[in-house]
């Protein structure tokens, strides 16, 4: 079995936010290697920092706290708010799938609350498709094809709701409550997000609102705290349910 798993999200702490609980217990239970990667530096998560400045910050962030639980952390270096399906994005993730070599790929609800993660989803699911594919961009210097498309499942959107405030229910849910803590930790290294997420989304608390979503999933199953995830089963993907069968 392919022991790799890789996140695609957008910002430096949506892994957090999203999926970190159950990449925690992929690597403890089951000694998966860990990819946590996000499109942007996230340039443009501060009111008071310049793009660069914050940038290296939250690069910074990201990699300590990836590195808390022993994971590589890898930013793609697009631009906040710019985040498109072009094939600049789709080159990129496409080459760090080829890299990294995951059998399993997380990445963004494609309906969310903002479009940077709607179009992380979509060039996600497409480098997902191409991976694989050896005359994909055969001009450049991309990588080693994989074997084939690897499983691809979506996290919850934000909230649990898309753009419209609707409900996303999920298709299945990952009991986190034995890991709240480290993945509490992990959020926490992202200090530099706490201004400006009261700032801008009048978020005050973010480590207790992580902590209000996930045990709002975990009342749907049963359980403390708990991730909620869907399965990409179109045409070509795998449909066995590898995620939920490893952390039943």
Known sequence: MNKTILSVLAHPDDAEFL??????????????????????????????LGPDEISRIRREEGTRAAALIGATYHCLEEKDL?????????????????????GIVLTHSPADYMLDHEMTSTITRAA????????????????????????LYYCDPIEGKNALGEDVTPGFRIDISGVIATKAEM?????????????????D????????????????????????????????????????????
């Open 205 to 248: 608390q973010y480590l207790q609102a992580m902590r209000d979503w996930g045990a709002q999933r975990g009342r749907e199953c049963g359980a403390a705290f708990a991730e909620g995830f869907r399965q990409h089963l179109g045409h070509g993907y795998p449909r066995d349910n590898v995620l939920a069968d490893l952390l039943r």
């Open 128 to 151: 997902a498709f191409a991976a694989p594919i050896p005359n994909f961009m055969s001009e450049r210097p991309l990588g080693p094809v994989l074997a084939h498309i690897p499983h």
């Open 82 to 102: 710019r985040v498109f399906h072009g094939e600049l994005a789709l080159e990129k993730v496409t080459r760090l799938l080829r890299s990294v070599q995951p």
């Open 19 to 48: 999926c970190a609980g159950t990449l925690i217990r992929l690597k403890q239970e089951h000694g998966f290697a860990i990819h946590i990667a996000s499109m942007t530096p996230g340039d443009c998560g501060s009111a008071e």
């Open 187 to 203: 959020l926490a290294a992202h200090a530099s997000q706490r201004e400006w997420l009261l700032k801008h989304h009048g978020m």
